[in-house]
């Protein structure tokens, strides 16, 4: 490129002048300069901030096109922020200059180095020539999120706003053309295109369809290359068709599980399936229940759950709503009642009539099924099993009430008559009559003798005329007797008369209405009133005791003498311990036979004429307890104890009550009160409140009381074996013909039935092993059960514990009452002991955190307590008679009585001296590690 010749003159005659400030010395030039031409490097392409790949050369010449040797170039960048490397440089002997130039860092921008100097003679700045140069951005080296992040959106379908990323390089430069990555990394939807290139300003867009899996995230990740992912993410919302599948309008037996599950499905608005959502199942039926409470949908869009039916018969509701959506459909059921369990007494008992007539009333009885329902699908017996007599008609089929009829038409035999109501499951239910004549002679009381508060009348007739009735009367109190034979007695409650001469009025009434009246006088004086005030109920004492007691009387001379009774529960007889009078205040020392034992004490006061009246206590003899440390104590039998709560049963006033005492502030809530005849057999504490077993007249039935309410778990049941491990119970149902294990999460209060079995136990982390009836040993974890031994024409199993991670069990020959105790760990069995007697599980062998606890009996009936490590080191702790184990915890801590004796040794120690107990009682190993024994109505925590 070239210049005028005067301005190039002019130009480099002050490049001259200035060459000692602004520009490297050196030779003068060789001719006058005429033209500055660019020979190279101009309007190149480079990444920004890196230097050119050539330099910048011009050439200068003078007038006659010979290259001037020495003359000084100047070069300045004017445009991007690059910069030169020397910024001025001097012709060599081709007339040429040359400068590296390094980029600025702004892509897209043309950049300039200009070739200057100052004109000599006007000071005016000049320019001789100009290089340019684009800036190409560098390597990617971000790529960022610039839109469509954090949408919501119906599962299933498009977002609103498509997403977008931007490339850019390490100076932010935003770079094309370069192809992005999309692809769906949860949720289980789709994006398109799966790659875009960036477009003029470096973003890619992509558009996402959500997943239809609510029950994962919805994320989505954008790549290039190497570089670090940018990711979104969106929340999936519900928005389709909820609908009932199966399940509705069943019929079913009250308090067992419909047949089939209920089950609904929700789909998208085009009917693709939600997965993952979730379905809260309820009902308000009493006693009902939905297993699980809340379940999500599956692949499929379903979610089922189990209908336990409430107790009553008749129409019941369940329904099930997708949680946050509001939307809910109605499920439907009826319940019938189910097998008859037990009759109640309706008309026409203890009815009385001539032989050979017909009773006035007609006899009813009430059918129920377990819930107290109408039970009307089973024909009830009737039975003449005594006398002689008829019924019509024989067999009668319960209305809708339950009710049963028939009439009764007395036989020839006078006395007592009896007839049997019975059903093919229920019975024998005995109704008795009395068929009589009259005339009566009294027996008791005798003329001019005593009653006390109640009087025991005895009045005998002439066999060949009995009377229709007799009824004794005193101050209008009146009791109808009752025959055997030809004697007539009855009780009749005269508490609260004043005491002195009183008369008594037979009245008796012969077959054809005739009656006939009788007085006796007698003198009334009510039974002396006994009161203890200490020891106090279920009071655990040493051998000696501080009995105080008192006895009233409405005699004016008081009590003539109180005596105590000990109730010896080891030979079922009465000892008289002392003797005292109207009160009783002693310390007595008792049999140190006694030691360890239940002992009921009877106090016995007698008034002036011999009465007799009694209060008693139960108690508990444990000497060792003046070193232990009581943390808790009930007027009731103690069944658990924990860190913070102790369960026990209360029997005031005279029912039987479970309870869990508050520790820190000694409160006491009622979970359950009995019925008469109901009693707690075993209980223990959960997360959520107690399960325990409860007795009804030899039948057992297993209920959870949880977070206020309590729970029917299981239907009464032959043989309800509660066990509890952790957070979890299991128990055995037996009905003809299944015998069925169950095991409940007390923490969720989900139930598993695995059957049939003979029987299992728990882990600590919910795994279940249980024996069949084929004396198979089974382990069921995670849903699905494995056999763990099975049995050969040689070798059978059965009893097994199980740590949650080893199991231990007996294998024997055959059915032998010898065998091996044997440890499962690994997959592989490992012998502990040979014994000449088939251990009990619990008692005979134990596992926790590894460690077992074993005791094998030799020959003569001597037992060893072995305890083996982890590691699987074993030794002996200790060897005597009547051993057995009675607690175990993962340190490796063992609890154990031999002789009558219960000890502690802790691993590689001696053991250590504890206590005799009740066997009711027994330790239990806090969350702490400390150890507690539940005595009587105590709970003391125990050095060792």
Not at 103 to 112: E, F, I, M, P, S
């Amino acid at each position: 490129m070239s210049i005028s010749r005067f301005r190039l003159l002019a130009a480099l005659a002050f490049a001259f002048a200035a060459a000692s400030c602004d520009s490297p010395s050196g030779p003068t030039p060789t001719g006058t300069p005429a033209h500055l031409d660019i020979v190279s490097g101009d309007l190149q392409s480079g990444v920004v901030g890196a230097e050119l790949s050539s330099p910048l050369v011009v050439k200068v010449t003078d007038d006659q096109g010979k290259p001037v040797k020495g003359q000084v170039v100047n070069f300045r960048v004017t445009a991007g922020n690059g910069a030169v490397f020397a910024g001025a440089a001097q012709t060599n002997d081709a007339g040429q200059a040359q400068e590296r130039w390094t980029l600025g860092t702004v892509a897209r921008d043309t950049q300039r180095v200009e070739v200057r100097a100052v004109d000599p003679s006007t000071g005016a700045p000049l320019v001789f020539a100009t290089f340019r140069a684009v800036g190409r951005p560098d390597a990617p080296a971000s790529l960022a999120k610039v839109g469509g992040d954090a949408q919501t959106g119906a599962a299933g379908a498009a977002l609103a706003d498509s997403l977008a990323v931007k490339l850019a390089d390490r100076y932010g430069n935003v770079v094309s053309g370069q192809a992005v990555g999309f692809a769906v990394t949860g949720g289980g939807g789709s994006v398109s295109p799966a790659t875009r290139a960036t477009d003029s300003s470096g973003i890619a867009r992509a558009q996402w369809t959500l997943g239809t899996r609510l029950d994962s995230a919805q994320t989505l990740a954008a790549t290039f290359g190497s570089l670090a992912p940018a990711t979104f993410a969106a929340t999936a919302t519900v928005s389709g068709t909820f609908a009932k599948l199966s399940g509705d309008n069943q019929t079913g037996v009250v308090g067992r599980p419909l047949a089939d599950s209920l089950a609904v499905r929700l789909t998208t608005p085009g009917g693709v399936p939600l997965c993952g959502a979730t379905i809260q199942w309820s009902t308000t039926s009493d006693g009902a229940s939905l297993v699980p409470a809340t379940s999500p949908t599956d692949a499929n869009g379903v979610a089922k759950a189990s209908w336990l039916l409430g107790r009553h018969t008749g129409p019941q509701t369940a329904s099930a709503g997708v949680v946050g959506t509001g939307q809910t459909v109605s499920f439907t059921a009826t319940g019938t009642a189910g097998p008859a369990v037990y009759f109640t007494i309706g008309e026409g008992f203890d009815q009385t009539g001539k032989v050979g007539s017909t009773l006035p009333v007609p006899l009813l009885v009430r059918v129920h099924d377990l819930y107290g329902n109408p039970a009307v699908t089973e024909t009830v017996q009737w039975t003449v099993t005594d006398g002689g007599g008829t019924v019509t008609p024989p067999t009668s089929l319960p209305d809708t009430a339950g009710n049963a009829r028939t009439t009764w038409t007395l036989g020839p035999l006078v006395g007592m008559q009896k007839v049997e109501a019975r059903t093919a499951s229920l019975g024998p239910l005995v109704i008795s009559a009395t068929a009589n004549f009259a005339s009566t002679v009294v027996d008791s009381p005798s003329v001019g003798g005593f009653a006390g508060d109640t009087a025991h009348v005895r009045v005998h007739t002439s066999p060949a005329t009995q009377p229709a009735t007799i009824t004794a009367t005193v101050e209008g109190r009146t009791v109808s007797l009752l025959r055997s034979g030809s004697t007539w007695t009855g009780n009749l409650v005269l508490a609260g008369l004043a005491r002195g001469a009183k008369e008594m009025t037979f009245t008796s009434t012969d077959p054809d209405g005739a009656t006939h009246l009788t007085v006796v006088r007698f003198y009334f004086d009510a039974a002396p009133t006994v009161a203890i005030s200490a020891p106090l109920p279920y009071e655990v004492v040493p051998l000696q005791v501080r009995v105080t007691a008192s006895c009233t009387d409405d005699d004016p001379a008081g009590c003539a003498s109180t005596a105590v009774f000990g109730y010896y529960f080891d030979d079922d007889s009465y000892h008289q311990l002392a003797a005292g009078g109207s009160h009783f205040d002693q310390t007595l020392t008792l049999d140190p036979i006694l030691d360890g034992r239940p002992v009921l004490l009877q106090v016995v006061g007698t008034d002036t004429r011999g009465q007799r009246g009694s209060a008693s206590v139960r108690i508990q003899v444990e000497n060792a307890v003046t070193g232990w440390t009581r943390i808790a104590f009930t007027q009731g039998r103690v069944h658990d104890v924990s860190t913070d709560r102790v369960l026990y049963s209360d029997s005031t006033g005279g029912v039987e009550s479970l309870k869990v005492l508050t520790r820190a502030s000694g409160t006491s809530t009622t979970l359950w009160t009995g019925a008469a005849g109901h009693a707690v057999q075993i209980a223990a504490l959960g997360p959520h409140g107690a399960i325990f077993e409860e007795g009804i007249n030899g039948v057992d039935a297993v209920h959870e009381w949880r977070d206020g309410v309590l729970d029917p778990t299981a239907p009464a049941s032959s043989s309800a074996q509660l066990q509890v491990s952790g957070t979890w119970a299991v128990y055995v149902t037996f009905n003809l013909p299944s015998r069925n294990l169950h095991r409940r999460d007390l923490e969720t209060g989900a139930d598993v039935t695995l059957g049939p079995v003979l029987g299992g136990t728990a882990g600590p982390n919910g795994d279940v092993v249980y024996d069949t009836p084929a004396y198979d040993i089974y382990r069921y974890r995670n849903g699905a059960a494995t056999l763990i031994a099975a049995h050969t024409s040689d070798s059978t199993f059965n009893a097994p514990v199980t740590d949650g991670t080893s199991i231990v069990y007996l294998k024997r020959q055959g059915l032998a009452s010898s065998g091996q105790i044997v440890l499962y760990d690994a997959g592989a069995e490992v012998l502990l002991a040979t014994s000449t007697t088939l251990p009990q599980a619990s008692t005979g062998y134990r596992i926790a955190g590894g460690w077992v606890a074993y005791i094998p009996t030799a020959a003569g009936g001597a037992s060893q307590i072995w305890v083996r490590s982890p590691a699987g080191t074993a030794r002996q702790v200790a060897s005597g008679t009547s051993c057995g184990l009675l607690a175990l915890d993962a340190s490796g801590t063992t609890a154990y009585r031999c002789g009558g004796q219960s000890y502690v040794v802790r691993p590689n120690a001696s053991p250590t001296y504890l206590a005799r107990f009740w066997p009711r009682g027994g330790p239990v190993f806090l969350a702490d590690g400390t150890l507690a024994f539940k005595v009587g109505g105590s709970a003391f925590q125990v050095p060792f």
